[in-house]
Every structure is written in C-alpha cells, then in structure tokens.
C-alpha cells in the first residue's frame, strides 16, 4: 500500500503535489509534440464517474488517504491481536484480547517472506490458526507476494475456512 510509503502527512501531500506537477509537465509535452490525450476531458469524466459511484453505492469521498488510514489505525487499535506489516493488524472479532490470549504471529512476522520457500510457507499456510494466516495474508500483500503455490494454498485454505468470497476474489485479482 503506498500510504504505509509514508512516514508523516506533510510528505504524503508532498509526493501528491509533485505527481500532480509530473502529470501536468507531461501533459505540456504531449500537446506540444501533437498528443491526443486532454487531462481536461479526463478530470471532467473522471468526476461524472466518482459523483455517479457516490449516488448509486453511497460511497463517500476519502479527502486525505494519509488521514483516513491513520483514523483506521486508531479506531482498530483497541482490537488488533496481531501487528502487520501495513500497520492495519489483525482484529479480533469480539471483546478486546488480553495479552496473555493473544495468537502467535507467522514465522516471518518482521521480516521478508521467503516466496522461493513455497514447500515451507505453504504448510505453514495448511496448518497456521486464522489470526496467524491472516497476518500473513496481509504481509504477503505488503510486501507484493505473488508466488503461484503460495496463493494458490492461501484460497484452498480461505475456501476451507468458509471464505469462498474472499478466495475467489483473490484467484481472480491473481489469475490463478
């Protein structure tokens, strides 16, 4: 997630402004060099699409991501029993955990996953309890894990814990 990039606001609306300044530099230059693409035209489709999406699923506009991820933090943070990567963590589903009832995080929780290991991240993945595996779901996207076998056992397994929705989405946004 590229917000976790980001150590403070003040340098995520930094890097903002400076793609936006990229974006217009080189939209200067496609015009000068006979380009076809108008960033006019765009914004304006850009926003029939956000107002039409705000309408008919009732979504509501992120102003800031850097500000909206932080509020997720802390509105979770009473309830995660697992730190990730992304800082998000693993919440529990009901009462705050106490300490002493808190899972155990993955074996790579703090450091890379080791994809070229697939024998040994996939029988972890066949017999890790929930919390651990979603911890290491969640660092296997912070960290762009795109091993084959590795995913594949990450669906058998969602598909096993009763979690066909989540697993098809994932073999779709993966291919496999």
């Avoid at 995660?80 to 705050?96: C, H, K, N, Q, Y």
């Avoid at 080791?114 to 960290?143: H, K, M, N």
């Amino acid at each position: 997630m590229l917000l976790n990039d980001f150590d403070s606001e003040t340098r995520y609306l930094q890097y903002l402004r400076e793609q936006e300044e990229e974006t217009d530099e080189e939209e200067e230059g496609e015009e000068e060099s006979g380009g076809y693409f108008s960033r006019a035209t765009w914004k304006r489709e850009r926003g029939i699409v956000r107002d039409s999406a705000l309408a008919r699923f009732g979504f509501r506009l992120i102003p800031n991501g850097y500000a909206y991820i932080q509020e997720a933090r802390l509105a979770r943070s009473n309830n995660v029993i697992l730190p990730t990567t992304d800082g998000l963590g693993v919440a529990s589903r009901g009462e705050r955990a106490e300490a002493s009832k808190k899972p155990a995080p993955h074996p790579w929780h703090g450091k890379p996953i080791p994809e070229r290991e697939s024998e040994q991240l996939v029988a972890y993945i066949e017999t890790a309890e929930q919390a651990g595996l979603f911890g290491f779901i969640r660092d296997c996207q912070a960290q762009g894990a795109d091993n084959y076998e590795v995913i594949r056992a990450i669906c058998t397994r969602l598909f096993a814990l009763g979690l066909p929705l989540e697993a098809r989405r994932l073999e779709y946004c993966m291919n496999i």
